[in-house]
């Protein structure tokens, strides 16, 4: 094996702290007292439409495919991205401890295809840790910053969509409210902002971490 396929390979390993650190997720998502609903009117106009479970799923491969690329072709992004991922999703666990919502989902009916997988969602996703939308926050960083490394227009302007489409499922399958989505666009803009700030990422903890925990063969020698 090349040294370079060495390399990627080492990096994308890291990929696992993200359904390592998703255990918080599972445990704080459940019913506990005073859970809050967040509904607003353009909530109430939006229908339900489960045509929409396919970017919602599609968001999975998405992430994948991203970190991927940057594993292979820039590692510095692809550490600052994964970093600003778990770091974002810290965040939200702190809100969803502090600041429990919930969405109320609607009965689906039918045995096709996709009416099946939207109940398959439901089963393995309680309707809590609502607010903020850890699907958007993920997305928008991915599609982020993507456009800020690629500068071919097609592929950025697939990425820009993958993110709408992905942040308007949430919507349509009744995963989120509206609230939920804007306050992952504020929180994905400023993990965003930090992790690509020289300046600032040369100060955060995260970074100093990263050079501890990851062993030289998974970065350049001029460090992350």
């Not at 039918?110 to 009416?115: A, C, F």
């Not at 997988?117 to 960083?141: E, G, Q, T, W």
Request: net charge positive; hydrophobic share 50%; with cysteine.
């Amino acid at each position: 094996m090349s040294s370079k396929a060495s390399k990627v390979i080492n990096r994308i390993c890291y990929m696992v702290l993200i359904p390592f650190v998703s255990i918080i997720h599972v445990m704080l998502n459940r019913y506990r007292t005073d859970v809050h609903n967040i509904k607003t009117l353009i909530d109430e106009l939006i229908p339900f439409n489960k045509f929409f479970i396919i970017p919602y799923v599609y968001w999975f491969a998405y992430i994948f495919v991203v970190l991927t690329f940057f594993a292979v072709v820039d590692y510095r992004y692809y550490f600052r991205l994964l970093m600003s991922i778990i770091a974002g999703m810290f965040v939200c666990f702190i809100v969803y401890y502090f600041f429990p919502t919930t969405v109320p989902r609607p009965e689906v009916f039918g045995n096709d295809m996709l009416s099946r997988l939207v109940r398959f969602v439901y089963s393995k996703d309680n309707p809590y840790n609502c607010f903020p939308s850890i699907h958007v926050l993920n997305a928008l960083l991915v599609t982020l910053f993507f456009c800020d490394y690629y500068k071919g227009r097609i592929l950025r302007a697939l990425s820009i969509i993958s993110c709408v489409l992905i942040s308007l499922s949430t919507l349509f399958v009744k995963q989120h409210y509206v609230l939920d989505v804007v306050s992952s666009a504020l929180l994905g803009s400023c993990m965003y902002l930090m992790f690509t700030n020289d300046y600032l990422w040369s100060r955060v903890p995260v970074k100093r971490i990263i050079d501890f925990l990851v062993p030289s063969k998974a970065r350049d020698i001029n460090g992350v």
